[in-house]
Every structure is written in C-alpha cells, then in structure tokens.
Nanobody, 128 residues
Framework: EVRLVESGGGLVEAGGSLRLSCVAS????????IGWFRQAPGKEREGVSS????????YYADSVKGRFTISKDNAKNTVYLQMNNLKPVDTGVYYC?????????????????????WGKGTLVTVSS
C-alpha cells in the first residue's frame, strides 16, 4: 500500500520554526521526487519545495527561499521540511507528494504535475 504520512505541524508564533516530516512507504523512495505543497484557507494549493529522488537537486518557491530547507533520509524513507522565520502567510495545510522521475524544477513551472501520490496533510498555523 502506498502511503505518505506527514507530521510536525502545529501552532507557532511568527518568527518561530517547525520541522515537517513525510514518511513514505509502498513504493521505491529513491526513484521518486518528493514535494511539499500547501493550501491556505480559501486559496489554491501551491508548491513550496521539492527534492529529487536521486541527485539531491532541490526547488524552492520564491516565497520560502532562505527560510525553508528540504532534505531527505533515504535510509528512513523520510523527507523533511525545516521551516524557519515563519510568517502568518505560511499558514495552511502542508501536504507531501511523490512523483516518479519528476525533476524538482517541474514544481516551479507546472505545480503538481507528475505528483501522483499524496499524503493527508498536516496543519501549520502561524500566529502574528
């Protein structure tokens, strides 16, 4: 069974930090790019960051560059999203998704194209 399980969300004050985790199972982790997406209330889902399955290349949305860091641990089938200097605009449900052979740069141009495996999300709330 394919599963992506997010954790680490919560309530934090502006300027604070959170680390999200996405644990994958049921597919070949190393062959898949993993991306983080978020959806704020009343807004469309947007790509935040992604990391390739094999060469470590990454992508960050302009809105999070310098504040968020994506990383992965292949031994644990886990991708992390370290979020620092959080802002109220970062509030939303954060989802991780996986796509076979997708290059991280695809997120910037085509959003969730190629991402066919999704978790249920974890809520991040940043208070002002």
């Amino acid at each position: 069974e394919v599963r992506l399980v997010e954790s680490g969300g919560g309530l934090v004050e502006a300027g604070g930090s959170l680390r999200l985790s996405c644990v994958a199972s049921g597919f070949t982790f190393e062959n898949h790019a993993i991306g983080w997406f978020r959806q704020a209330p009343g807004k469309e889902r947007e790509g935040v960051s992604s990391i390739s399955g094999n060469d470590g290349s990454t992508y960050y949305a302009d809105s999070v560059k310098g504040r968020f860091t994506i990383s992965k641990d292949n031994a644990k089938n886990t991708v992390y999203l370290q979020m620092n200097n959080l802002k109220p605009v970062d509030t939303g449900v954060y989802y991780c998704a996986a796509g076979l052979g997708v290059h991280p740069a695809v997120m910037g141009a085509l959003g969730d194209y190629g991402m066919d495996k999704w978790g249920k999300g974890t809520l991040v709330t940043v208070s002002s």
